[in-house]
């Protein structure tokens, strides 16, 4: 196993979220593992754009043809974006889950909360524990 | 295309029967319902016979072979059940007839009443809710209520494990509540650190209950679980046993001596009424006294106690009961007799709601063609009959289990109760995957097991066998499930292009997913959306 991508530069959630932050702007998607294991997926939704969430907050769900399953954000803030190009084509999310296939962003009011989560080695080997 | 739609096989005008002329007034039907367009196939009688007969041809029933789709007990229904469905006297039984004239039905019903409630140790069912996912609505309404009545309506919160069925979170939300998820340790049982965190913590006088299924998903029995009830009954929440998996306890373990509060049943599961096709299912709910008074209902009770032995054989009783009324319910002028000569009366059975219902699950009285063969079931088994059930079930799904832990990972490879959990997938065969497997199966003739749930084993084959297989039948399964396992390493392709022998060759499930065309209208019409 451990054939999946784990850029080096983001931060990661045990319910396989992936983190990237530019200066308060946190981009949110799902990890290539999670992509790998939920395999095709058929749809996305998303919470609206201007919402609050709270850390620990469902922003939104994926459905594949094995599973339906929440998606988490592990900062609170404002939704400032939101990746409407997926609710048409689901399938980037399988293609390029770190780029094209990025999910929210969200205007965070508080960036600690990232520090509590896994860099990419101790992702790779949570996954690779599973 | 295997066989056109029934739509596509008719022509205009074609039909299966005249219709005599019509010996009543016409009647003009309201302007507002009427349509321009009613677009139904016009087909002759042998049209409709052939278009069915061709379809069932290409479906797979039990009746054919091993249906080893976990969580879902597909048991044998046996055809004595079908015979007692169709007695004339219970099938033409009009639902709103009234009580006097349905003696006998509302007998039955609650007859079955009590020996759900002697198989699982409750204090009161009901019989109405139409199906599983409906059983547990009403389970979790009732707790609600329960609460509200309590004045405590702050009570929202209700924990469901990780590995529950997705109804569950689904239940908990319908009724207007939020679900607090458990994880699973690695023994498959409920992390009960969480547990205790969140029944301990300041969360503790927001927790309405929880809902859990035992055996769990993984058919693994609870080894903690009455520490799980004393403990959410410590934080003042009530429990909820999704009765799915009552294949495994049936006559021995009760559920409410366990200390549930409320349970439901899948008669078509546990006890042997038809899923689908020849459903619809039935969700019957059992309680234990807290709960009995917001029951959903109608219930059926004895409300006029009569005089007759209670100890004698169901049917005598049920003979008497049949008998001796008249017309108007009372009865009749010669009242039947004992056979030591005395005078008997037979008690008047009635519906009722309970005192606090939560109302009504269902038009009239649940799906009492369910009932009826769920009582033949267990009338024709009797109490070591159904222990019985429950002893092959375990041991069928327990000898698969020990077979195949020789060729499959088996993630939990404890006793396990009427179902078990293989990893459909190889380290040596990283392309095969638990889908391929499952469809691989069916070019061996068998249906596939569950797969990829309960969702946290990844690549899961949830497998149930039933009771009724013989040692020889699992041994045809274990054979083609080893031929499949060294194909996966020989020829992965062969998996991965699976079923070759079905009716139709590997499905797309993304395109189906996406693309939600449904040909129920003319296929010309369709095909214009």
């Keep these: ?130 | 295309m295997l066989q056109p739609l029934i739509y596509d096989i008719g022509s205009p005008g074609r039909m299966g029967v005249n219709l005599p002329e019509c010996d009543v007034p016409k009647v003009e039907l309201p302007a507002a319902l009427m349509r321009e367009e009613l677009p139904l196939p016009e087909v002759g009688e042998v049209q409709v016979v052939r278009h069915f007969v061709k379809l069932s041809k290409l479906n797979y029933s039990i009746d054919q072979g091993l249906y080893p789709l976990g969580s879902c007990t597909m048991k044998y229904n046996p055809k004595i059940n079908e015979d007692a469905a169709r007695l004339p006297g219970f099938a033409q039984l009009h639902p709103l007839t009234d009580e006097s004239g349905s003696q006998g039905a509302l007998f039955l019903m609650h007859e079955l009443q009590q020996w759900l409630g002697e198989i699982s140790g409750f204090e009161a069912v009901s019989l109405t809710p139409a199906a599983g996912a409906q059983g547990e609505f009403a389970g979790i309404l009732m707790i609600r209520q329960y609460h509200i009545d309590r004045g405590e309506g702050q009570r929202d919160l209700i924990l469901v494990p990780n590995s529950a069925h997705g109804t569950n979170p689904a239940t908990v939300t319908m009724a207007g509540m939020e679900v607090l998820e458990l994880p699973s340790n690695n023994k498959g049982n409920v992390d009960m650190d969480a547990l205790h965190a969140a029944c301990e913590g300041e969360l503790r006088d927001r927790i309405a209950g929880m809902m859990i299924t035992v055996p769990s998903t993984l058919g693994l029995f609870e080894e903690t679980i009455l520490e799980v009830i004393a403990t959410v009954h410590d934080a003042g929440g009530l429990m909820y046993m999704d009765g799915a998996n009552m294949n495994a306890l049936m006559a021995a373990v009760k559920p409410g001596a366990l200390g549930f509060d409320v349970m439901h049943y899948n008669l078509h599961k546990t006890f042997s009424t038809p899923h689908g096709g020849g459903g619809p299912g039935s969700g019957a709910v059992g309680v234990n006294e807290k709960l009995a008074p917001y029951l959903p209902g109608p219930i059926v009770e004895i409300v006029e106690d009569g005089t007759a032995d209670r100890e004698e054989p169901v049917g005598a009783t049920y003979q008497v009961a049949r008998n001796a009324r008249s017309n108007d319910g009372r009865p009749n002028g010669s009242p039947l007799q004992t056979s030591a000569g005395e005078a008997v009366e037979p008690p008047l059975y009635g519906f009722v709601m309970p005192e606090k219902s939560i109302g009504r699950m269902k038009a009239f009285h649940g799906n009492f063609g369910m009932h009826l063969r769920a009582y033949a079931y267990i009338r024709v088994y009797g109490d070591s009959g159904i222990r019985d059930v429950t002893r092959y079930a375990v041991l069928n799904a327990n000898y698969l289990r020990a077979k195949l832990m020789q060729t499959y990972k088996v993630p939990y490879p404890r006793y396990c109760g009427h179902e078990f959990v293989l990893e459909g997938h190889f380290d040596d065969a990283e392309d095969v995957h638990a889908l391929d497997i499952s469809k691989r199966l069916m070019d061996y003739g068998f249906h596939p097991p569950t797969n990829y749930f309960p969702l946290i084993v990844p690549e899961a084959l949830l497998i149930e066998p039933t009771e009724t297989e013989t040692k020889a039948d699992l041994d045809e399964f274990v054979a083609a499930m080893e031929r499949i396992a060294e194909e996966a390493r020989d020829d992965p392709e062969l998996l991965r292009n699976a079923p070759h022998t079905a009716p139709v060759r590997r499905l797309d499930e993304v395109r189906a997913a996406k693309e939600l065309v449904l040909c129920c209208a003319p296929a010309k019409a369709a095909a214009s959306v």
């Excluded at chain 1, 459905?63 to 339906?68: D, L, P, R, T």
């Excluded at chain 1, 900062?75 to 997926?86: D, T, Y």
Aim: charged fraction near 25%.
């Design chain 1, 1 to 130: 196993m451990g054939e999946w991508k784990t850029p080096a530069e983001l931060k990661y959630a045990e319910t396989d979220e992936w983190f990237a932050v530019d200066g308060n702007m946190v981009t949110i998607g799902i990890t290539d593992y999670a992509q790998d294991q939920l395999n095709d997926i058929v749809y996305v939704e998303f919470r609206d754009a201007g919402d609050t969430v709270d850390a620990g907050d469902s922003f939104g769900e994926v459905e594949s043809v094995k599973a339906a399953s929440e998606l988490y954000t592990a900062v609170a803030g404002e939704i400032a974006e939101v990746n409407m190009s997926l609710e048409d084509a689901p399938e980037t999310v399988n293609a390029d889950p770190f780029g094209a296939g990025w999910m929210v962003k969200i205007s965070a009011s508080d960036l600690s909360p990232l520090d509590g989560l896994m860099d990419a080695a101790a992702y790779d080997s949570y996954c690779d524990s599973r």
